[in-house]
């Protein structure tokens, strides 16, 4: 296990490089290139400064977070196939830096989505929260209440002159259902798995967040049964997961800790989230401190169904709250995830002893 904390760079991170370095474990970030267009080449140079500047602080740069899929690929376009060649150069470009792990994900249009990002916990601290009532609206009602400003859904990622096409990307996508969209998957993974495997660099496909259908859009990594089908339809340990403990576990049917054991022990888990939840009711959560007795995950079981099941990668602790005023990219304050990161190595630590004994 190699404990890493994602970091955003330098320009755009409020957290430095220094200050991971002396969270004790943490031996690498996780990182990515925020300048190059979905769907480019990421440059050679670019890629060895990032790496560089994270070498020269002590710590590694082995996992990336995200390269991301063009839409074409995703809606199965005719024009995919240069994207697809571009990202194996890409691949191909990482990996002579000493890449080992790429995270994307395979949802079209939106990201990760949360309703509220600051919403205050009694102690103070602040974290994220989902609301299902959130996002019943139509589309165009959420991209308006977003370009107002409004105190409707915030979706990270999405700029203004982004949000303006949101409306061609619906139709763009209007074909696509889920049958399809594991179609468009599987032409992507058939057709990267070679260069994959020659570089020695995994991927690793992170679950849909929430595990559900938003706004009518095909959702095909929500449980158990999707990352099935997903790895064996490319049947190749470079096909492989990021596993996001609070992604899937947002969906109480999913049963986190099987899922986590099952597909470790598959070898298909170079790469986890850990995160907890709370749920508020059966579809409404926060993000809750890491602590076991603080959601509703049970950490501990979730780490020791990796541990006993042969995991080797790296993993992360996912979002974290803000505490003691610091303030920033939420989700991605240093204090609550250094917290996290001790945590859950005091998890690992006690289960590899026991383990032993
Ligand atoms: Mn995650």
Same mark, same amino acid.
């Given at each position: 296990?190699?404990?890493?904390?994602?970091?955003?760079?330098?320009?755009q991170?409020?957290?430095?490089?220094?200050?991971?370095?002396?969270?004790?474990?943490?031996?690498?970030?996780?990182?990515?290139?925020?300048?190059?267009?979905?769907?480019?080449?990421?440059?050679?140079?670019k890629?060895?400064?990032?790496?560089?500047?994270? %070498?020269? &602080? @002590?710590?590694?740069?082995?996992?990336? !977070?995200? /390269? =991301?899929?063009?839409?074409?690929?995703?809606? #199965?376009?005719?024009?995919?196939?240069?994207?697809?060649?571009?990202?194996?150069?890409?691949?191909?470009?990482?990996?002579?830096i000493?890449?080992?792990?790429?995270?994307?994900?395979?949802?079209?249009?939106?990201?990760?989505?949360?309703?509220?990002?600051?919403?205050?916990?009694?102690?103070?601290?602040?974290?994220?929260?989902? %609301?299902? &009532? @959130?996002?019943?609206?139509?589309?165009? !009602?959420? /991209? =308006?209440?977003?370009l107002?400003?409004?105190? #409707?859904?915030?979706?990270?990622?999405?700029e203004?002159?982004?949000?303006?096409?949101?409306m061609?990307?619906?139709?763009?996508?209007?074909?696509?259902?889920e049958?399809?969209?594991?179609?468009?998957?599987?032409?992507f993974?058939?057709?990267?798995?070679d260069?994959?495997?020659?570089?020695?660099?995994?991927?690793?496909i992170?679950?849909?967040?929430?595990?559900?259908?938003?706004?009518?859009?095909?959702?095909?990594?929500?449980?158990?049964?999707?990352?099935?089908?997903?790895?064996?339809s490319?049947d190749?340990?470079?096909?492989?997961?990021?596993?996001?403990?609070?992604?899937?576990?947002?969906?109480?049917?999913?049963?986190?800790?099987?899922?986590?054991?099952?597909?470790?022990?598959?070898?298909?888990?170079?790469?986890?989230?850990?995160?907890n939840?709370?749920?508020?009711?059966?579809?409404?959560?926060?993000?809750?401190?890491?602590?076991?007795?603080?959601?509703?995950?049970?950490?501990?079981?979730?780490?020791?169904?990796?541990?006993?099941?042969?995991?080797?990668?790296?993993?992360?602790?996912?979002?974290?709250?803000?505490?003691?005023?610091?303030?920033?990219?939420?989700?991605?304050?240093?204090?609550?995830?250094?917290?996290?990161?001790?945590?859950?190595?005091?998890?690992?630590?006690?289960?590899?002893?026991?383990?032993?004994?």
């Open positions: 296990m190699q404990m890493t904390l994602r970091w955003f760079g330098s320009d991170d409020h957290v430095k490089l220094e200050q991971i370095r002396q969270i004790p474990g943490v031996q690498g970030v996780v990182g990515a290139l925020y300048d190059v267009p979905v769907g480019e080449v990421w440059p050679k140079e890629i060895k400064t990032l790496k560089d500047e994270v %070498e020269s &602080a @002590g710590l590694t740069l082995e996992v990336i !977070e995200s /390269v =991301n899929i063009h839409d074409d690929i995703k809606i #199965g376009l005719a024009s995919r196939d240069q994207y697809i060649e571009n990202y194996k150069q890409t691949i191909r470009n990482l990996s002579e000493g890449v080992k792990v790429i995270c994307y994900n395979f949802m079209p249009i939106f990201d990760w989505l949360k309703t509220d990002l600051h919403f205050q916990l009694p102690d103070g601290s602040y974290t994220m929260k989902y %609301e299902k &009532a @959130g996002i019943e609206k139509t589309p165009q !009602e959420m /991209v =308006n209440e977003v107002n400003k409004s105190n #409707g859904v915030v979706l990270p990622g999405w203004p002159e982004r949000l303006a096409h949101v061609e990307l619906f139709e763009a996508y209007k074909d696509v259902n049958e399809k969209l594991r179609e468009n998957f599987k032409y993974m058939s057709a990267i798995i260069t994959c495997q020659e570089c020695d660099v995994k991927m690793a992170h679950p849909d967040d929430p595990p559900y259908s938003v706004f009518g859009l095909p959702r095909i990594v929500k449980n158990r049964e999707d990352l099935d089908w997903l790895m064996t490319v190749n340990p470079y096909n492989g997961i990021t596993f996001c403990t609070g992604s899937i576990g947002e969906d109480p049917a999913n049963d986190v800790v099987a899922i986590v054991g099952e597909f470790a022990k598959r070898d298909r888990i170079p790469f986890a989230h850990i995160r939840i709370k749920f508020l009711n059966q579809t409404d959560h926060f993000e809750a401190p890491h602590l076991s007795s603080e959601g509703s995950l049970d950490m501990h079981a979730v780490v020791k169904a990796l541990y006993d099941n042969g995991f080797d990668g790296y993993i992360r602790p996912d979002h974290g709250r803000m505490i003691w005023g610091e303030e920033g990219r939420p989700g991605y304050g240093l204090y609550d995830r250094a917290i996290g990161a001790s945590y859950l190595q005091g998890l690992w630590e006690a289960i590899v002893k026991q383990g032993k004994d």
